[in-house]
């Protein structure tokens, strides 16, 4: 019985994290730093504004991140 007991801690744990996690994506503040551009959530109606101000930029370092749910 006491292998079961703690299982059922672990998966308690995973649940409340997992709680957790998605309270703070959802709650969490979304400011960037002062003399930053806001952040871009990229669709069809925002690509060519981005390639451009990305392509602007052509003689700075630039680093493009893709992040992905799945």
Known sequence: MRPLKALLLVALAI???????????????????????PLLTLGK?????????FNAAENRAR????????
């Open 45 to 53: 109606d925002s690509l060519p504004g981005f390639r451009d101000t």
């Open 63 to 70: 680093i493009l991140v893709l992040l992905s749910p799945t």
């Open 15 to 37: 649940v409340l994290l997992g709680v957790a996690l998605f309270a703070w994506v959802k709650v969490a503040p979304r400011e960037v730093p002062a003399g930053q551009p």
